[in-house]
């Protein structure tokens, strides 16, 4: 049920045409690396958190400051969700259901998910390619007219899937940014690629260089909520975008 997860607003939220951006712990850590990046980068302030029992009980210290960790940071025209641990496989329903309906709720006027695809040759890869996954035929429209190109076939698993299963439910636009990423270890590269192809969605130039340049420092501080995320990946018996579906339409 999405009673058992509530986004508490801690600021007046006014978020009526804004984009909502959530990258939650998966496949390289690339989505929870790029919001994590964007909201330091863009000076954002916290508008909401996310509780829930399904959640560990843990809580994060920022500055002296004890901070939950799930968070919604925001302005006029953008929304980040930012998760500091690996939501338990449990938690993943409600806890989508209940920020679609927060969104939707907002007046949000797409989601975006960020999220790594794995690839097993990602060494020899410098710029990894992303591809977008649209919820329907308006998200499929912009991502063709942002020069991103769609992915045809295959199958999209974990916390971007629900997003894209439960907006489409609430008939609310939605679509993935799927970077070429390593499967079990952080990998900045990728969250920099899923960056550059958020800002083409959003008509805006996000700095990456910074991102790139602490690119080791990143790979170090993330290896533990990697290692959390790999066994959510492993319960949610990921990947499986490296199939291909039985039949074609």
Same mark, same amino acid.
């Given at each position: 049920m999405a009673e058992e997860v509530?986004? %508490?607003e801690v600021a007046r939220v006014e978020?009526?045409?804004?984009?909502?951006?959530?990258g939650l712990p998966d496949v390289g850590l690339v989505g929870a690396i790029a919001t994590?990046?964007?909201?330091?980068?863009?000076?954002?302030?916290? !508008?909401?958190?996310?509780?829930?029992?399904?959640?560990p009980p843990i809580m994060v210290l920022h500055r002296g400051k004890l901070k939950n960790p799930v968070r919604i940071y925001?302005?006029?025209d953008l929304l980040?969700?930012?998760?500091?641990?690996?939501?338990? %496989?449990?938690a993943l329903a409600p806890l989508v259901r209940a920020l679609t309906s927060w969104f939707k709720e907002k007046r949000v006027e797409f989601m975006v998910s960020l999220g790594g695809i794995p690839v097993a040759n990602r060494l020899d890869i410098d710029t990894p390619s992303v591809y977008g996954v649209p919820n329907g035929d308006v998200a499929a429209e912009f991502l063709k007219r942002r020069g991103i190109e769609v992915m045809e076939e295959g199958f999209v698993a974990g916390a971007y899937a629900l997003f894209l299963k439960e907006s489409l439910r609430q008939s609310? =636009?939605?679509l993935a940014l799927l970077?070429?990423?390593?499967?079990?270890? =952080?990998? =900045?590269g990728a969250a920099a690629?899923?960056?550059?192809?958020?800002?083409?969605?959003?008509?805006?130039?996000?700095? !990456?260089k910074p991102l790139l340049e602490k690119a080791e420092e990143i790979r170090v501080k993330t290896r533990d909520l990697m290692k959390q995320a790999r066994a959510a990946i492993v319960g949610m018996q990921k990947p499986r975008e490296s199939e291909m579906p039985l039949m074609y339409t």
């Open positions: 509530e986004v %508490v978020a009526e045409g804004a984009k909502a951006v959530e994590s990046y964007l909201v330091e980068q863009l000076g954002m302030g916290e !508008v909401a958190y996310v509780d829930s029992e399904l959640f925001g302005s006029s980040l969700l930012v998760s500091e641990i690996a939501i338990p %496989v449990e609310m =636009p939605a970077a070429q990423s390593y499967l079990q270890y =952080p990998d =900045p690629a899923a960056i550059e192809a958020l800002g083409r969605l959003l008509d805006r130039s996000f700095d !990456v």
